[in-house]
T-cell receptor, first 113, second 113 residues
């Protein structure tokens, strides 16, 4: 039972363009969402988060959008840079103070020069 | 270093053996988490410590898995009678407080032959 799903295993984007990574969830109790970025042989690195009381959160080139009715969130990266090439994981929890993160399978983003 | 440190980085052992995986969290972080990541999947929650006590061990797959954090800092994940299906990357994370983003180490790659 995959409660957090990232249906695109991979995505290729031209440098300078927008990258859009998508994530769907099924558990209606989830109300806090995070995106992590992972390089090979390294642990995931926290990027950005959003609480269910918001529908958008922005941090520099990274913006996360949340559509609660559709149980869908997305991460926008603009402009995309070669260093953004990595695996991106969406994660969710029941409450910001909840400790158990449920992760999606990840999307491998490749930025082409 | 300033980040979460996990040792060893790689561990190869035979089926049936006992293994211990160590995690040094970021100094001052009260919350510590263990996750397991299988190939092509996102991290899967195992256990969460707040201080010395295991506040949530609902993700431990069976009683062969056990974790301790006796002084509220370093944690050890212990696996008895290892099986080939235990092969995975074991990730440790810590956070300053439970409602703060989790910071991950680079993991221990465990291979059971």
């Amino acid at each position: 039972d995959q409660q957090v799903k990232q249906n695109s295993p991979s995505l290729s984007v031209q440098e300078g363009r927008i990258s859009i990574l998508n994530c769907d969830y099924t558990n209606s109790m989830f109300d806090y969402f995070l995106w992590y970025k992972k390089y090979p042989a390294e642990g995931p690195t926290f990027l950005i988060s959003i609480s269910s009381i918001k529908d958008k959160n922005e941090d520099g080139r990274f913006t996360v959008f949340l559509n609660k009715s559709a149980k869908h969130l997305s991460l926008h990266i603009v402009p995309s840079q070669p260093g953004d090439s990595a695996v991106y994981f969406c994660a969710a929890s029941e409450g910001q103070g909840a400790q158990k993160l449920v992760f999606g399978q990840g999307t491998r983003l490749t930025i082409n020069p | 270093g300033a980040g979460v440190s996990q040792t060893p980085s790689n561990k190869v052992t035979e089926k049936g053996k006992y293994v211990e995986l160590r995690c040094d969290p970021i100094s001052g972080h009260t919350a510590l988490y263990w996750y397991r990541q299988s190939l092509g999947q996102g991290p899967e929650f195992l256990i969460y410590f707040q201080g010395t006590g295991a506040a949530d061990d609902s993700g431990l797959p069976n009683d062969r898995f056990f974790a301790v954090r006796p002084e509220g800092s370093v944690s050890t994940l212990k696996i008895q009678r290892t099986e080939r299906g235990d092969s995975a990357v074991y990730l440790c994370a810590s956070s300053l407080l439970p409602d703060q983003p989790q910071h991950f180490g680079d993991g221990t790659r465990l291979s059971i032959l």
